[in-house]
């Protein structure tokens, strides 16, 4: 009890396009405290994504139960944000109108409150001089900052982040990580920030849950003893390398049939 | 050569290869002492312009450009809604697709006739075989487009309980706009190939009738001339299409496929 996201039991599963049954996850068990930072890392077809989905109330799980604050979750509720691996961003519409976006999208208009809010939100990502740009004018980090700003537009409690600098390069990726370790201690939040890399899970993250693949598990929940603030600074600490080197372990252990993808750090 | 004359020549390219041609169909005409009822060299063309009035020509035109552009509204206001309703619902897309597709697989050539018998001789079947013929790659653009849509875009969507309206006025429809003019740029040639088929079948007035009916008099020259007249307004429509997506879509323009 008292848990901000709580899974217990969830066990979902989908008919494949052949027809047979897939499981996607298999009585996952995770709870998440309030403001905590939990990443959840594992290879492909583990069902990260499928967490995240359920958490968000965009499908129901086939046994077990989702809750957020106690209440189970059976529709997409306001107090979450969503930032997927791509930007998704509408091209028609200037940065500030696509922050704005879910108010207009949601109640049809966008008052004087939420235009200041986002004017804030572009000045706290940086983006203040792209206000009228289109997003097609903007670097892919840059459209990705807009799409966490829009996640960020109602000041949800729950942020839920789907691989969300996995198709940005290396140095725009460490630097958006930062910048989302600042957002999240200027504004507490509690995240489910599902990633393909170990050391971007390890440098933001008060726990790491690794998952198994086929059918989805967890694996195991890694606390991450790391202190913050973190900074550049924490990326040279041999003890980030040693747990680094201990999850990569882990996550080998899972999946014998070694193969590149899902251990990129 | 010098880099500047290049690129004037690489600029001027297609206008030197239109004026060439004409040149040598002039040429080969004068040599070989082509007939006019064969091949009219462009003088002769140009020289027949006269033969008919201003009026005449102005009323064929307005004719053809009238069937094609109501043709060409109809389609859309019919496409678009059968498009949105398409993509939005399995049923209608199971039930109305096969019946598109039968539609599109028939020759409107080889019904117009028939339609001309069914609806009579007025102006409703000149533009129900524009529409016919224009309306089909409208529904099939548009439906692509609606469906093109990003499914992280659609979530965004769910996870604010917007409405189904919202979802199709905010998301799916300026999404779909480059596809739709993409289409809307294909199917503003064929109304205007639908436009001269009905003609052809039943009009009395039009160029595609003109055509015919100086055809049938051995006027070639005439009929040239309004087949040049004819090509002139389906490009000029085609350029309004161009000109409107830059004009009003601006951010469409660079992803649209052509």
Known sequence: ?265 | MNPALLKLLDRAAPVLTLVAVLLLWEIGCRAFSVPAFVLPAPSVVVSSVPSLEFSTWSGHILATLQVSLIGYLVSILLAVPLAIGITSSRFLARTVLPWLIVIQSTPIVAIAPIIVVTLGAGAVPRIVITTLISFFPIVIYTASGLASVPAELIELSRSLRASRSREYWQIRIPYAIPHIFSALKVAITLAVIGAVVAEFVAAEKGLGYLILFSTSSFKIPVAFAALAILVCCSLLLYAAIVWLQQRCFPWSVSKSAD
């Not at chain 1, 390069?169 to 920030?193: C, G, H, M, N, Q």
Request: aromatic share 6%; hydrophobic share 40%.
């Open chain 1, 1 to 265: 009890m008292g848990h901000v996201i709580e899974l217990s039991d969830v066990t979902q599963t989908f008919v494949s396009s052949d027809g047979s049954p897939v499981t996607a996850l298999d009585k996952v068990n995770l709870a998440l405290n309030k403001h905590e930072f939990v990443s959840v890392i594992g290879p492909s077809g583990c069902g990260k994504s499928t967490i995240l989905r359920l958490v968000a109330g965009l499908i129901r799980p086939s046994a077990g139960t989702v809750s957020i604050y106690d209440l189970p979750v059976t529709e997409p509720r306001d107090e979450i944000g969503v930032v997927f691996q791509k930007p998704t961003l509408l091209p028609w519409l200037s940065v500030l109108d696509n922050i704005t976006f879910p108010m207009r999208h949601k109640y049809g208009r966008v008052d004087d409150k939420d235009r200041a809010r986002a004017v804030e939100l572009l000045a706290m990502t940086g983006l203040t001089d792209f206000a009228h740009k289109r997003p097609n004018e903007l670097s892919g980090g840059m459209q990705q900052r807009v799409a966490i700003a829009r996640s960020l537009l109602h000041d949800p409690d729950i942020l839920l982040m789907d691989e969300p600098f996995s198709a940005l390069d290396a140095l725009t990726r460490d630097e958006l990580s930062f910048e989302l370790l600042r957002i999240w201690t200027e504004r507490p939040k509690t995240v489910v920030f599902v990633t393909h890399s170990i050391q971007e899970a390890l440098l933001l993250s008060d726990r790491i849950v690794v998952m198994s693949a086929r059918p989805g598990r967890v694996a195991e929940i890694i606390d991450v003893p790391l202190p913050r603030p973190r900074s550049l600074d924490t990326l040279a600490e041999p003890e980030f390398n040693r747990l680094a080197r201990d999850i990569r372990l882990k996550v080998f252990s899972r999946k014998p049939e070694a193969n590149a993808e899902g251990f990129a750090a």
